[in-house]
């Protein structure tokens, strides 16, 4: 993989080809301003100005040619209007002309490549996009870093990245940050996070689950919490998954991925708050002494649950997180959890439900979202379905019996252990894309993150109000 930071440079006089975006409303009248050879190459190569047609279009020397790209809106560039381009054309040096918009982040990610696995192979040759707007560069590849980071930790398998190889990857985006990291192992749950330890005590000693926790920031700062699930594989634990539904369960750390980039964007960009990531971190298994339906659990905040579905396990390791979070009174509580098959049957794969206690948060996320191309939906979080999470021997049932509204009470179990006077919001993503599309493969993904971090910049960047 090509360092991403080196995929975009400053516009200084340097040879190049010119990248010429085109929509379809314009298409006509640029193609009567071009010279004939132009005209004939871009007719050859049925360039009719669609969003993701390429056509490179000759000049006077053998090296004097630019490139025609099609685009959603000329005079708007979205983040992934050149992502065919970066990931077709030649090697070489390209200028956009004029205000980039989004369009340097899907450049980027479309030379990102997760080939960990596969054979060695000559690699394909960088190309470089040169922009006038120099202020752009040094944020968009952080927040591709940050994308890439997801993908990368999404897309590899479980015998990989286990509870312990999750931890070293917070200590490696803690180290160079100079933040500090603190962990809870295996037994020494029992006492703290209960629930955490219940989930995870199954898998074997060397992935045993964890509590990981990092701080940063000036003390004297805004307080914000970031939560991710990081169940690093879910058979379902005894409440087995069927083989089509274990098939992707690598990618059930997703929000842990997620809330990971988000901290180390936060960090990157020395925002002044105060930052806790929790992230718990387990692998459901199946043995012995696994966690049966049935079973009577406490919470670290003190609640009971009634273990209905031993597969509905996310919601308990984030509900011990949660509580720790709110012990230190943040304002701001994010957290991301590959949490229920209901978001999907209800938002498809591309749209995280999005869930909030406070409407200005939630107008915020969904403004980001809209503003970086990462949508998000907001869900309710409905009070006249908390009753669904009664149990007759506990204070709350972990997985409410009839399937309706599964996003939802899911929701509203985390919501018990939220803090009501702390503004929180719960992503419940996908943390995959199904079918790949220009500047985003099949595999893990990102879905959310953008947003959020737009969001996050907004409220405590410098100089920011409110």
């Known amino acids: 993989m090509n360092a991403l930071a080196s995929l975009v440079q400053p516009d200084r006089g340097q040879s190049a080809h010119a990248i010429l975006p085109v929509d379809k409303a ?21 360039f009719a100005g669609k969003a993701g047609e390429v056509a490179i279009l000759p000049g006077d020397g053998a090296e004097d040619w630019s490139v025609a790209v099609g685009v959603d809106k000329a005079d708007a560039l979205g983040p992934w209007c050149l992502a065919k381009a970066a990931e077709s054309l030649p090697e070489g040096n390209y200028r956009l002309e004029g205000s980039p918009g989004g369009a340097l982040l899907g450049w980027l990610l479309a030379q990102h490549r997760f080939d960990r696995y596969k054979k060695a192979e000559a690699p394909a040759g960088p190309r470089v996009l040169l922009t006038g707007d120099a202020a752009r560069i040094e944020e968009t590849v952080r927040v591709a870093e940050a994308v890439a980071l997801v993908r990368d930790l999404v897309n590899t398998p479980t015998e990989d990245l286990g509870p312990a190889e999750l931890q070293q990857a917070v200590e490696q985006v803690a180290a160079a940050s100079g933040a500090t990291i603190n962990v809870t192992t295996g037994d020494a749950l029992t006492e ?107 919470s670290r905040k003190g609640p009971t649950v009634e273990v209905s579905n ?12 949660l509580a720790r979070a709110g012990e230190e009174r943040p304002e701001l509580l994010i957290d991301f959890a590959t949490l229920t098959g209901a978001a999907r049957v209800a938002l498809g794969p591309d749209l995280p439900a999005t869930f909030a206690n406070d409407d200005g948060l939630a107008a915020d996320l969904l403004e980001a979202g809209t503003a970086e191309g990462d949508p998000l939906w907001r869900m309710p979080l409905w009070a006249g379905y908390d009753e669904m999470l009664r149990s007759d021997i506990a204070d709350i049932d972990n997985a409410p019996e009839g399937g309706m509204a599964g996003s939802v009470t899911a929701a509203l179990f985390l919501q018990r252990f939220v803090d009501p006077a702390t503004a929180w919001a719960h992503f419940d993503t996908f943390a995959w894309r ?17 947003a959020a971090w737009t969001m996050l910049r907004k409220r405590y960047a410098p100089g920011a109000s409110g």
């Open 26 to 46: 314009g298409h006509e009248d640029w193609l009567k301003a071009q010279p004939p050879r132009a005209k004939a190459a871009a007719a050859a190569q049925r």
């Open 192 to 298: 703290g996070y209960p629930l955490v330890h219940a989930v995870g005590r199954a898998a074997a000693r060397e992935r045993a689950p964890r509590l990981i926790e990092l701080e940063w920031g000036n003390p004297a700062h805004p307080r914000i919490a970031i939560v991710g699930k990081g169940v690093c594989f879910d058979t379902g634990g005894l409440d087995i998954k069927p083989a089509s539904g274990m098939r992707l369960m690598k990618k059930d750390m997703g929000g842990a991925a997620h809330a990971l980039a988000l901290a180390r964007l936060v960090m990157g960009a020395r925002l002044p708050v105060r930052l806790h990531l929790l992230i718990p971190a387990v692998e459901n298994a199946i043995a012995g002494n696994a966690t049966r339906p049935g079973d009577v659990l406490r």
């Open 310 to 321: 031993t597969d509905a396990e996310g919601r308990l390791i984030l509900a011990d997180a």
């Open 434 to 450: 199904p079918a790949a599309r220009p500047g985003r493969p099949k595999g893990g993904e990102a879905l959310g993150l953008r």
